[in-house]
């Protein structure tokens, strides 16, 4: 229990372990448990080899099970918390929505060996450590994003993405699925888009998109672990595939050429036509449809080419869109430059503390969602030494996505404008699952405790890496491809 990733909110341990054999059961008594239990039962069947039924218990449950209710008291604990407790009886998992249990599920997958995390019959004994934990999120927000436009990433990779994020306790994934270099969502009403404006990728790889079939299987998937899907539709820069499949959007009504490199901040859909508005409405209405999340992110980062009243003018048509279509408007902080309405969410990405348009916004009532670059980038390398992924905003070591607080960064914020923090994962040169992982991990497990756990437990990196060391074994097992950052302390090879 000492080891746990994020570190819970207050832990006893004690000697009461619990094993799991042949005979245990997952005990639900509420229809909303039985989808945690069905994950539950997915993660411990395929290792541990044992039948492990779900059963709808008694108020006691049998012995020897592991229960997961609901339980409406459980007032200490914030809504996605849970409280769990492993004597020699069993394991029970309490909280009081469903979401909560997850989490608790969570924690009790590390609290089993490794080998737990086989897709293949292991013989292992399957001890939980006993003790008590309660424990609940500081933050209700934790995101993190990925860049399926700059290279595409099939709908597999994505589910993958999405339960590491789950594994580690994160409950929002922010899918940038458009950019200069391709459009990766099917939208009926501009069907170019993915005709034309998907089949390439930075470098001049096939590209890809997802259709709505396969954006609604993501977002299910999403679902079944607590993870709430934000699409990202970045305007009015970042729209070259766009510009590249539709002539009209174009100042000089010329199809834009195809991009496959890596500049920033050269394109905008063209602001004095009064087709650019129908576009960004239908596109708005057409993805707000298919997302059940209560968000939609409208990029606004990196309008190189407009002056500060063009873009001013353009958000100021676009924000009202989206929450036309009942949905809460993020962008790049930039976008609360606009004066937008104070629902909008700035997303901030800046690489230093000194930022008094953003604190003023925040003053103002605006929430801000914290993804500074020196940080909170993963595509930022790790050093001099590792090739994939940018320095634009410097290395960023294993202890620097770890060492900053997400409500301490801004100069002049408050704790109560943060919704939380989030990862970026710009991928420029980012092509595979296991790029992905290289950049995620151990990185990522850090920004995770920082969204979840209590601020006096996430100060100290000498104490974290340790508990961050221990996770390996696991990601051994789950064949990750993590970098061994020397500044870890690995347990022995
Ligand atoms: C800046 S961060 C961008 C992206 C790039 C990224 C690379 C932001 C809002 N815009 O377009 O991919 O840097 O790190």
Redesign the pocket.
């Known amino acids: 229990m000492e080891n746990l990733v994020p570190v819970p909110v207050d832990v006893k341990s004690s000697e009461a372990d619990y094993t799991l054999t042949e005979n245990t059961v997952i005990e639900v008594r509420d229809g909303e448990a039985t989808g945690v239990a069905e994950y539950l039962a997915g993660l411990l069947r395929p290792s541990t080899g044992y039948e492990l039924p779900i059963i709808e218990g008694s108020s006691t449950g049998p012995d020897g099970s592991i229960s997961l209710r609901l339980a409406p008291d459980s007032s200490d604990i914030h809504s996605q918390g849970y409280r769990l407790q492993v004597n020699a009886d069993g394991v029970q998992i309490r909280a009081s929505e469903p979401a909560g249990l997850f989490a608790g599920v969570q924690t009790l997958r590390q609290l089993l060996p490794p080998a737990i995390e086989a897709d293949t019959e292991q013989s292992a004994e399957w001890t939980v450590s006993g003790g008590r934990i309660r424990d609940y999120p500081r933050f209700t927000y934790r995101g993190a994003h990925l ?1 399926v436009a ?1 290279h595409f990433f099939d709908v597999e990779t994505v589910k993958q993405y999405i339960d590491y994020l789950a594994q580690y306790k994160v409950n929002h994934l922010h899918l940038h699925l458009t ?1 200069d270099q391709g459009w990766r969502i099917e939208i009926d009403s501009w069907p170019n888009l993915t005709d034309e404006g998907a089949d390439s990728e930075v470098g001049g790889g096939s590209g890809g998109y997802y259709t709505k079939e396969e954006y609604k299987e993501i977002v299910q998937y999403a679902q079944t672990r607590f993870v709430t899907v934000i699409p990202e539709i970045d305007m009015p820069g ?1 729209t070259g595939a766009a510009l590249e499949s539709y002539a009209e959007l174009n100042c000089d009504g010329e199809k834009r050429q195809e991009d496959t490199g890596t500049n ?1 901040g050269d394109t905008s859909l063209c602001l004095d036509k009064e087709v650019t508005y129908e576009f960004i409405e239908d596109v708005i209405s057409e993805v707000a449809e298919m997302t059940p999340g209560p968000y939609l992110h409208i ?1 606004g ?2 309008a190189h080419t407009l002056s500060d009243k063009e873009y001013n003018d353009f958000m100021n048509c676009a924000i009202p869109m989206v929450i036309e279509q009942g949905k809460r408007p993020i962008g ?1 902080h930039q976008i609360l430059g606009a004066d937008p309405p104070e629902q909008t969410i700035g997303q901030f ?1 800046g690489t230093s503390s000194d930022a008094p348009e953003v604190a003023a916004a925040a003053e103002a009532g605006h929430e801000l969602i914290m993804s500074p ?1 020196t940080d909170a ?1 993963l ?2 390398k790790y050093n001099e030494d590792t090739e994939l992924g ?1 320095d ?2 410097g290395y960023t070591p294993v202890p620097d996505a770890y060492d900053w607080d997400p409500a301490g960064y801004i100069d002049g914020v408050d704790e109560s404008s943060i919704m939380g923090p989030e990862t ?1 994962l ?1 991928s ?1 040169n980012i092509r595979t699952l296991s790029d992905i992982e290289f950049m995620l991990f151990p990185r990522f497990p850090g920004v995770a405790e920082l969204g979840w756990s209590p601020e006096a437990k996430t100060d100290d990196w000498d104490e974290f890496k340790h508990r961050l060391a221990a996770q390996s074994p696991r990601w051994n097992v789950q064949d990750i491809n993590y970098y061994q950052s020397p500044q870890v302390p690995w347990p022995g090879e």
């Open positions: 860049d700059r950019d970042h920033v990029g980062d990196e790049w990405w670059a980038y595509d930022m940018l634009w905003a970026a710009w420029e």
